[in-house]
């Protein structure tokens, strides 16, 4: 076995750190050597679980399952054992919410994804009249009366304050509230203590550990941390009504949380940030300005802003971007897109519109734009920056000139259009227009998408050669934890452009093409 040269080559052992990632619709498994590269991937997709129109579900011991197949497969097509392991990290899906029983680690529910609208009516509450009249209110139905959309109002920035999120079915607070108030039994067992929460990396940590532990990037996203103090906050807790004694500890987005158990015996589970917050500290986004989208289920534009908070005033989420261990955290500011790859699986599962989502790219080539079509995918309401849980998709535009091709280019058109959304919020609000764009996430195989991406926004689109920034990022928290990598400079030094797309688009066509992207984004609205 070679070695890597890397901080214990002096030992002679071969050491690598590997990382988790629990996502949307699959969890991996990659290890990766000193240098960022990556070893071995092995992965396991898990079951999407409907039982509502707009409620979506996932089965957490399935995942725990998966996971830890994932784990052994990758170690051995790598070649190596648990003792060849640094440190292990992980990071996950955010919002999605898990209850446990404390004695047994049963779950006593499935996760509530963070896609699932069922908190439409309890948000609806909560931003009412300050949060009145809340009794009952997650049995509503989700077409009730408490469906009215909050975007714009007072109430929706109830919590932005203290948060920096906004009201929305998104976030993992109103989740917790929604099924404690479903079973009044699980809000009486999660008052006396014997129930847990946790956002997908606490459910990883207390299988692996035995630890009851989330970091600041995932608490950050529950509605129910203090921006300003990184703890949970006794107002948020009662106004949107979660115990206390069912919450994790939170703790850096770097430090060791424990020793995983089983398999893992022994190696050190020492990193963990939300998957976002992971490919920004993976694109090594470490200066204020920095900036980086991810594409993948959604896609997620995050910009670096420092170590001070900066409240939104055009619809994004401020939030956690890292926190290593003894030092302050750094804040980011976030535009989240709920549609972006699930869009070109549904055209392959739903439509028959391609066989394979690699070969949307291929089919959009064929033509020179969409015809006219536009496609805006609202399937769970529009998140950033227009946080409208009432609209709905559609296709707009249409045409008997328009064959699947132009839709094809359509789909991909939707995601950079939505990026240049967020871009132009992220900008009004920071005071940093966006100089290029670091890319990554599944989508980015996508040529047509990126170079499309490039004239959109009119600045350039880079994609770095190791393009698994999330698992990446997370390997480089569990490896700065324990000293496998030496400081953020080691980091920086690991990372390689790849390729960059040009903006070549004339700005009157972009403007245009802005102009008919907004028209259609306004039919959306008002459908619930």
């Known amino acids: 076995m070679r070695d890597t040269g890397g901080p214990y ?54 995942i725990w399952l998966n996971v830890q197949s994932c784990v052994n497969n990758a170690l051995q097509r790598a070649g190596i054992t648990r003792s060849d392991l640094a440190a292990i990290g992980i990071t996950n899906q955010r919002e999605t919410t898990v209850l446990w029983d404390r004695r ?25 009249d300050g949060g009145q009249d809340l009794a009952g209110s997650a049995g509503q139905d989700l077409a009730g009366s408490a469906g009215q959309d909050l975007a714009g109002s007072a109430g929706q920035d109830r919590f932005r304050q203290k948060s920096g999120l906004p009201l929305a079915t998104y976030f993992s607070g109103p989740k917790i509230r929604w099924l404690l108030d479903a079973d009044p039994a699980l809000r009486r067992r999660a008052e006396a203590g014997e129930l847990l929460f946790g956002t997908m990396d606490t459910w990883l940590i207390w299988n ?41 500890e939170i703790r850096p987005s770097s430090c060791v949380y424990g020793e995983a158990g089983g398999p893992l015996h022994g190696v050190p589970v020492a990193g963990a940030l939300g998957d976002q917050q992971a490919a920004l500290f993976g694109q090594t986004c470490f200066a204020p300005g920095d900036a980086k989208c991810t594409y993948g289920t959604g896609a997620f534009l995050l910009l670096n802003t420092g170590t001070k908070p900066t409240l939104s005033q055009a619809g994004l989420i401020t939030t956690v971007g890292y926190q290593l261990e003894g030092q302050p955290p750094v804040y980011a500011l ?96 920071s005071g940093l227009p966006l100089g290029e764009l670091k890319v990554d996430g599944g989508m980015t195989a996508s040529e047509v998408l990126l170079q499309t991406q490039a004239d959109v926004l009119d600045v350039p689109v ?56 907004r028209k259609a984004v306004a039919r959306t609205l008002d459908w619930i």
């Open 104 to 128: 047994t680690g049963e779950p006593v529910h499935n996760a509530i994804v963070w896609q699932d609208t069922r908190t439409h009516a309890l948000i609806g509450s909560l931003g009412r």
């Open 462 to 517: 880079v994609r770095p050669q190791v393009t698994e920034t999330t698992c990446l990022g997370a390997a480089y928290a569990a490896g700065l934890a324990v000293g496998y990598w030496p400081d953020l400079d080691a980091l920086k030094a690991n990372w390689r452009a790849e390729a960059t797309w040009e903006p070549a688009m004339p700005a009157a066509e972009r403007e245009a093409g802005y102009q008919r992207w």
């Open 334 to 429: 976030e535009g989240s897109i709920a549609v972006a790859g699930s869009l070109v699986q549904w055209l392959r599962d739903n439509l028959g519109l391609i066989s394979r989502a690699s070969d949307m790219d291929e089919l959009a080539r064929t033509v020179p734009d969409s015809g006219g079509a536009v496609i805006v995918p609202a399937f769970s309401g529009l998140f950033a920056p227009h946080w409208r849980s009432d609209a709905r998709g559609i296709i707009a535009g249409l045409t008997a000139f328009v064959t699947k091709a132009h839709l094809a280019r359509a789909a991909l058109d939707a995601t950079a259009w939505q990026v240049r959304e967020v871009a132009d919020a992220m900008a009004a609000d």
């Open 9 to 62: 080559a002096e030992t002679g052992r071969v050491t690598f750190i590997a990382a988790i990632d629990q996502g949307t619709t699959s969890s991996r498994c990659i290890v990766f050597d000193d240098a960022g590269r990556i070893v071995a991937v092995d992965q396991r997709e898990h079951q999407q679980i409907f039982p509502r129109p707009g409620w979506v579900e996932h089965d957490p011991a399935e």
């Open 208 to 248: 692996l550990t035995g630890h009851h532990v989330t970091d600041v990037t995932n608490a950050s996203r529950t509605m129910l941390m203090n921006l300003s103090t990184v703890d949970w906050d006794e107002e948020l807790l009662a106004a949107i009504g979660v115990p206390r004694e069912m919450l994790p």
